[in-house]
């Protein structure tokens, strides 16, 4: 399992860490950022978080918008605690600002995100970087994450 992944070097120490094979990481469920011994050398990690395969209904709007009417429907099929990719009618464009809210189980309330940054637009897909979200729903999303990591029910 990838609980914990290599992430990207900052800086001249971490760098010249690399000589001695010490290396950064992260935990994919807190978030927590630490510099471990590796032993091995490493490669250039593209993203911080990895993202976990699902398939959860979820319905998007503009965070702007005052009224409540959600602008579209569409299947979360990547999730991390820090963002997902959307697949299905894609009305947002990059740098758009989406509220979302997703269905993780049924017979719970949808976890709700309120600011979320659309970072790239690929046909019918999206992806997201979640930039606004409450404690209690991180706290719903990590332990959605975390059930689907092991295999246990939410």
Not at 66 to 81: F, H, K, R, Y
Request: aromatic content about 8%; charged content about 30%; some cysteine.
């Amino acid at each position: 399992m990838w609980i914990v992944r290599q992430s990207p070097r900052r800086g001249v120490l971490e760098r010249l860490l690399r000589v001695v094979t010490v290396y950064p990481f992260r935990c994919q469920l807190c978030t927590h950022r630490f510099l471990a011994f590796s032993g091995r050398p490493s490669y250039n990690p593209h993203r911080d978080y990895e993202r976990i395969l699902v398939r959860y209904p979820v319905v998007f709007g503009s965070a702007f918008s005052g009224d409540e009417a959600e602008v579209a429907q569409g299947t979360l099929v990547n999730l991390s605690i820090r963002g997902c990719t959307i697949d299905g009618n894609v009305p947002a464009q990059e740098g758009a600002c989406l509220r979302l809210r997703i269905e993780v189980a049924e017979h719970e309330p949808p976890v709700q995100v309120e600011g979320a940054v659309v970072k790239s637009v690929e046909g019918k897909r999206m992806g997201l970087e979640f930039i606004k979200i409450g404690k209690e729903e991180e706290e719903r999303l990590r332990r959605t994450i975390e059930s689907r990591l092991y295999g246990r029910p939410y």
